[in-house]
Each structure stands twice: as structure tokens, then as C-alpha cells.
């Protein structure tokens, strides 16, 4: 498993994902983000940028999870994945100082599909439609 927080990638043997307050999901990777708009604000009298502006915050993110996992939650939802309600996603990690971090999503599924080929570990990536990230929330 890889975890990516903004780019900064981790060690897999210390993290533990819990999706549906459950962490036996055989989630394989998860990458998440959250960007901010940002605007120079120019004034009279400058060619130079003397502000900014602080826009809308948005997040984007995707989670890999192995078929026989992913065909559980299926069928659990009757089928379909994508109308599960948002749900909280809890990303459990040691950083560089040892310090334990946990990130809180709040995300549903955007998608659904398979993603078959010629290797013995089938897993499928889905992208999450994420309404707000909680960053370090222990």
C-alpha cells in the first residue's frame, strides 16, 4: 500500500485505513488532496502584484481497493457503490517524527467498474467525491 497526503509519500507497514468503521478492507492505496484558489490582486501605480485573494477550497482523491473487497461492499449496497451516502474514511499513519497522524474524509464513491488484467492481484481504483478533509485530527 502507498499513501500519498499532498505528494509526501509514506511507508505502508504503519498505516491502517478504515472505511465504514471497519479496517479489513483491502484497500491497496489511497491519494488525497485539498487546493485553495488563489488570485494576485494588483494595484494603481505597480506592475507588480502588492495582494492576494483567497478563493474556494476544494478536494480531490481516489482509494484502490481489491476486488473481493470491492464485490463485498457491492453487494452490501445492493449493486451499486455509488449510492452509498457519504461516509467517513480514516487514514492512520506515522510521519517522519514518529508522531501518529490521522486524516478524516469524508467522501462517497464517484465511480464504479473493474479494472481486469493478466496480474494475479486484481484491484480497481475509484475515485472519491470528497466534501471535506479533517487533516491530523487525533
Known sequence: MRIMNNGKAYDSGDVQ???????????TGINYSTEQEHQPN???????????SMGKVSHTGDI???LASASAMEKAAGGSILN??????????????????????????????REVGGD?????????????????NI
Do not use: C
Open 84 to 113: 452509498i451516502k457519504p461516509f467517513p474514511i480514516n487514514v492512520t499513519y506515522v510521519n517522519d517524527d514518529n508522531d501518529i497522524i490521522n486524516d478524516t474524509i469524508l467522501a462517497k464513491f464517484q465511480s464504479q467498474g
Open 42 to 52: 494588483h494595484s494603481l501605480g505597480s506592475n507588480r502584484q502588492t495582494s492576494f
Open 64 to 66: 484502490t481497493i481489491r
Open 17 to 27: 485505513i478504515a472505511l465504514f468503521g471497519r479496517i479489513d478492507w483491502e484497500v
Open 120 to 136: 494475479m492481484d486484481l484491484k480497481k481504483q475509484y475515485t472519491l467525491f470528497i466534501l471535506d478533509i479533517d487533516y491530523n
